[in-house]
């Protein structure tokens, strides 16, 4: 579901190809004309899922837990 999604914007963006500067993508190294920055991290669109597997989903879900136990701490 998320390749479609990634496809889409994909080619919703591809006109604009032709105006950003090459830059290198953190994950698979290639140089690409359209990136995504994430915290200044430039992410190719085909390397966007594997950003979220690896990278986003586990700090997102170590801030779930951390904001829950600050929660747990603040009650007792």
């Not at 579901?1 to 994950?27: D, H």
């Not at 915290?39 to 966007?48: L, N």
């Amino acid at each position: 579901m998320l390749e479609n999604i990634i496809k889409k914007v994909q080619f919703k963006f591809s006109f604009l190809y032709e105006i950003f500067p090459v830059y290198s993508c953190k994950i698979c190294g290639k140089k690409k004309n359209f990136i995504f920055f994430i915290d200044e991290t430039p992410i190719c669109p085909e390397c966007f899922p594997t950003f979220l597997e690896k990278q986003f989903l586990p700090l997102l879900i170590s801030k779930i837990i951390l904001s829950m136990e600050h929660r747990e701490d603040k009650n007792a």
